[in-house]
């Protein structure tokens, strides 16, 4: 069963908005999660990510909430551009600790002009 | 700057083929990995190897095999191909295997078995 889950396949948003892409997770071990953002046929590119000791993780444009009580993270975009269109995939440690990463099946995030 | 390159970056085979995925990185990191992409997923964890001259199985490790031939190459082996193998493949690597240590990622290698 999926440890992380992504459940909107596709979000549209148009320029100069925020785009919101949620993760929801079941393992209460987790504690780091990331964010890929992938262009076709280009491997995940590493984005931004949060340790479970922090309720948020701000970069530039990309802010990452953390509700360890929901065990739900959400990335925002603000502002929205052209070239953020692209799928974004939520991660966490493979056995709640080391040695490689669980995804989520990703979202697919289109900026509409 | 290369950082992760894949080889061969499409391929091909028929059922009961073998085949090995190679991949190389330049940034002196400890630790690489195999993923698969299956259409609609996100990626699944093959194999990996913390360091060098170790590997270990990973979510979906079954009809692969892997060699860290040295710091800088980590091999995935298809000893006998299979429909359900048609995926692309992803290697990275990552300075150490602390998930704090954001991995790097090749373009990938697509792969069809028919």
């Known amino acids: 069963d999926q440890q992380v889950k992504q459940n909107s396949p596709s979000l549209s948003v148009q320029e100069g908005r925020i785009s919101i892409l949620n993760c929801d997770y079941t393992?209460?071990?987790?504690?780091?999660f990331l964010w890929y953002k992938k262009y076709p046929a280009e491997g995940p590119t590493f984005l931004i990510s949060?340790?479970?000791?922090?309720d948020k993780n701000e970069d530039g444009r990309f802010t990452v909430f953390l509700n360890k009580s929901a065990k739900h993270l959400s990335l925002h975009i603000v502002p929205s551009q052209p070239g953020d269109s692209a799928v974004y995939f939520c991660?966490?440690?493979?056995?709640?600790?080391?040695?490689?990463?669980?995804f989520g099946k990703g979202t697919h995030l289109i900026i509409q002009p | 700057n290369a950082g992760v390159t894949q080889t061969p970056k499409f391929q091909v085979l028929k059922t009961g083929q073998s085949m090995t995925l190679q991949c190389a990185q330049d940034?002196?990191?400890?630790?690489m990995y195999w993923y698969r992409q299956d259409p609609g997923m996100g990626l699944r964890l093959i194999y990996y190897?913390?360091?060098?001259?170790?590997?270990d199985k990973g979510e979906v490790p079954n009809g692969y095999n892997v060699s860290r031939l040295n710091k800088r190459e980590f091999s995935l082996r298809l000893e006998s191909a299979a429909p359900s193998q048609t995926s692309v493949y992803f290697c990275a690597s990552s300075e150490s295997r602390q998930p704090n240590q954001p991995q790097h990622f090749g373009d990938g290698t697509r792969l069809s078995i028919l």
């Open positions: 949060i340790s479970s000791i922090k």
């Open positions: 393992n209460s071990m987790f504690d780091y």
């Open positions: 991660a966490a440690p493979w056995r709640g600790g080391a040695d490689g990463l669980t």
């Open positions: 190897s913390a360091s060098e001259g170790t590997t």
């Open positions: 940034m002196n990191h400890n630790s």
